[in-house]
């Protein structure tokens, strides 16, 4: 069978690749890890990534990835209530 695409050799990895870049000092940081940073749920990513990086397989790591969404949510969650605080607060002052 004819096929245009070279076969991947084996020394490709395989699925995911979970390592940490170390950031070079004149590299920007990523939006994402700064949003990570900002919500306060640094230590749970942390905890995702480690897990990921010791077990290759997602599925071991549900109870991380768990309190990762709840940190997230929270934050999300005050989030809001700061805007519409703010929101009514600036209605209030016209």
């Given at each position: 069978?004819?096929?245009?695409?070279?076969?991947?050799?084996?020394?490709?990895?395989?699925?995911?690749?979970?390592?940490?870049q170390v950031k070079k000092?004149?590299?920007?940081?990523?939006?994402?890890?700064?949003?990570?940073?900002?919500?306060?749920?640094?230590?749970?990513?942390?905890?995702?990534?480690?897990?990921?990086?010791?077990?290759?397989?997602?599925?071991?790591?549900?109870?991380?990835?768990?309190?990762?969404?709840?940190?997230?949510?929270?934050?999300?969650a005050r989030r809001r209530?700061?805007?519409?605080?703010?929101?009514?607060?600036?209605?209030?002052?016209?």
């Open positions: 069978i004819f096929c245009r695409f070279p076969r991947m050799s084996s020394s490709v990895p395989q699925g995911h690749t979970w390592v940490r000092e004149d590299e920007e940081e990523d939006p994402l890890d700064q949003l990570i940073s900002r919500s306060g749920c640094a230590a749970s990513h942390l905890a995702v990534q480690e897990c990921m990086a010791q077990h290759q397989d997602w599925r071991q790591c549900q109870s991380q990835v768990q309190a990762f969404r709840d940190c997230m949510n929270e934050q999300q209530e700061e805007l519409q605080r703010r929101k009514e607060q600036a209605s209030a002052r016209r």
